[in-house]
């Protein structure tokens, strides 16, 4: 079972890349492509649509639409993300998204290697399957269909929670302030830090969160980079999230019940996470705002669930099989996802649903932190030291 399952896996992560290689056009990384152009010959400010047709025309092999609104991709990342297609601009499109599917496919085998030594005293082929259900189930191999960036993101945090373990807590924050480029992944991470006092971890982050900022602001400008907060909160990207508030935005047609149900649900998961803080370790408590960030998200797209496997990871160590099986349940939702517009999807649902059943698991079978006893224990001894 182990084996068909990772085999399965396998095959559907390379069909994703076989069409990202055939039809790289269609490809997020095309965006990118046409922003940095846009961005080096000074075009004007990338999250316009006609400046990003303008680039899309400076891109090698690119067949370019006549008007804006037919191009299919939108680019709204910070900034600095152009920098992803410097190395690749003088190279035919084809041949640079053909070159970024092998970058992913190397981060995720670093990905691979980090989640394997949390592995425990799993078996190796069972390990295997968990991973790849994590990695490679059909909502995250969005990674490699649209040919994204999320793969080398998931690498600075998996290695941030490394260190975290170790206590290396300002190279822990100076790694996961990386993944900031999608903010919405990791503010409740942040806030995970602040409840467990890891301040220097915090210091970290912001110092890393400062640089990007400032070098984004350098890049494009201040108005410009502000333009990208619009590009990123509008209806429609709201409505094509994984998040639950894309449900209301695709029933209202607003934005504004979506942005408060986002911050109902985000009050709640600070409320779930200083509640549980005694439950778990730092790296868990961090790993378990993650995830909750991605089913709770205003702008959390399909390849976010990449960032559920350190908290499924977690779960694999007493309950490899259920991993197993949300992976394949991922894989159903996505193969089910309806042409056209839904009011409800199946790719926020059963997220959502095993993000849940993964933090109530793992709270209700877990220890208590030896983190906050130690605590405890230094703040009681304290007095007496002073009173000796």
Known sequence: MALASVTGSIAMALSAVRYAVTYPQSSDFAGVAAAHQAQAKGLGCIYSRSVQ?????????????????????HFNEPPLMTLLAAPFAALHLSTAVNLWEVIICLALAACVFLLWRARGGLPPLLVAAVVAGLLLNEIANTEFSLAQNDALLLVAALLAFDLLRRHQDLGAGLLLGLVAVKPQLIFLAVIALLIDQRWRAVAGCAATVGAIGALSILMAGPSCSLQWLGSATQLGEFQIGIGLPG?????????????????????????????????VDTPLLAAIAIAIAVVIGLHTLAYDVLFLAPLGMAVARSKPWSVIAAGWAFTVAQLTYPVGAAPVLATELVPFVAVTLAVVFIVRNGTPSEEHPQRINTASHQPLVAAT
Request: aromatic share 6%.
């Open 53 to 73: 047709l303008a680039g899309e025309h400076l891109v090698p092999g690119v067949v370019a639409p006549h008007a804006a609104a037919d191009l299919i991709w």
């Open 247 to 279: 449900t209301l935005a695709r029933w209202t047609g607003t934005t504004v019940a979506a942005e408060i149900a986002f911050l109902v649900l985000a009050i709640v998961a600070l409320v779930v996470l200083i509640r549980i803080r005694r439950r």
